[in-house]
């Protein structure tokens, strides 16, 4: 609650918080930037069988939360190659158990690949469902839960259920791969997304630091036979929804894997601390 009193402060103009008791502590404390930052959190989508589950598993010892049951052949044995992990949860009190599991053994893996977000979203929106079965009464048995839960109020829950699922995974301090099947554009104008809500849509979109579509593309008009696969990171696209905040990565990544990635990034950091420090001299 904002305040003003006869304080310097209201003199100046400015309001004074209004505090009853010990003042409140800030959940995440502040800290200075340094040259590395967050590791890289990407969400990529596209359609079945583009590579996208192979994208995320050339990341750096993996833990892959399976919701898709989409390890198979290849994909099993790129993760054993890397001494990965995966769990396949059962139900969504399985997301909060995987949470303490992964902190208390971060010593084993550098990257954690949410395989995929469709099947994340599924299992806590069934969390709302749960706790909307636990609200029946006598005049409600019988009755569908979305006959007392209006939709609109389970869009919210789950909007906030995976801000605060995407923000605890975030804090663990490792790279994060999130994989998603594509929404295509139901309206002229639309572009291809990930598949779920607009609204999480745009929390994913915030939460990211690399955003993007997989597709396989031909880039030699003279040989278009010869097909690559393409990550599109430009947001500028017409076709996708794409974002990154490593400009060297736009506007797409040809061949993508987690090295091709990081080199590119650090060589981009190299060119300009070299800039920075010639122009201090």
Known sequence: MLRHDNQSADRQGYPVMASKGAPPVLTVQPSLVDDEGSPLRL?????????????????????????DEGLEGDALRMLRDRKGFQHSPEGHKDLEALYFFIRDHAEHFDTIVIDSLDGIT??????????????RTAKTIGQSVTDFVPEQAEYLANQRQMRTFLTDIRRLGKIIVLTSAIREPKEAGDKKTVDVSPGLQRIVNRWASVMGELTVVSLDPDNPRVK???????????????KTRYAALLPYVIEPTYDKIASV?????????????TQGE
Do not use: H, Q
């Open 43 to 67: 969400v990529v989508f596209g359609d079945p069988g583009v590579g996208k589950t192979t994208l995320a598993l050339s990341f750096p010892r993996p833990f892959i939360i399976n919701t």
């Open 122 to 135: 599924e299992l806590l929106l069934d969390e709302i469902v749960d706790e909307g079965k636990g609200m």
């Open 228 to 242: 690559s696969r393409v990550l599109v990171t430009d947001p500028g696209s017409a076709r996708s929804v794409n």
């Open 265 to 277: 990034i650090a060589a981009d950091r190299e060119a300009y601390e070299a800039s920075a420090s």
